[in-house]
Structure formats: C-alpha cells, structure tokens
C-alpha cells in the first residue's frame, strides 16, 4: 500500500481516496475510502478539502501520473 497526499486541486477520476485532511463527518461523503468515479465528484471533493491522500495501490490511475502530483509521500 503506497499512500500519498497530494492537493484537492490535482485530484482526478480513479483516483482512491483513502482519507481527508479533515473528519468524514465534516463532508456529505457517506463512506471512509473511495475511488472517484466522475469529475463531479471530484469537484465536489474540492469544496470541502484543500488536501487528500490517496492510495496509489487501490487507484486505476497511472501510478506514474499519480507520483507526479505527490504532495507527500505517506507510507
């Protein structure tokens, strides 16, 4: 599992977000951990997180593509 927490403004579809910068609770988000399915979800991530970390290994985008928009490499 490689988890990596790069900007909300950088996040694309199939992309595995793992966790928030803030409480699940804070956000209409009903489940803990998801793979964006549509650029509306995206944008509606967008509003309530300046930053989310991703798990590289759950998500369909291009690990390289994903590496490249690293804001800090987790574990």
């Known amino acids: 599992m490689e988890i990596v927490q790069i ?3 950088d996040l694309e ?3 595995y977000v793992s ?12 489940v803990q951990g ?3 399915e549509s650029e509306d979800e995206v944008l509606r991530l967008q ?3 300046k930053f989310v970390y991703v798990d590289a290994s759950q ?3 291009d690990v ?3 590496r490249r928009k690293v804001r800090n490499r987790v574990k």
């Open 7 to 9: 900007y909300a403004a």
């Open 13 to 15: 579809p199939g992309m």
């Open 19 to 30: 966790a928030l910068d803030r409480p699940w609770l804070e956000t209409p988000f009903s």
């Open 34 to 36: 998801f793979r964006l």
């Open 47 to 49: 509003k309530y997180c």
């Open 59 to 61: 998500s369909s985008q």
């Open 64 to 66: 390289a593509v994903l």
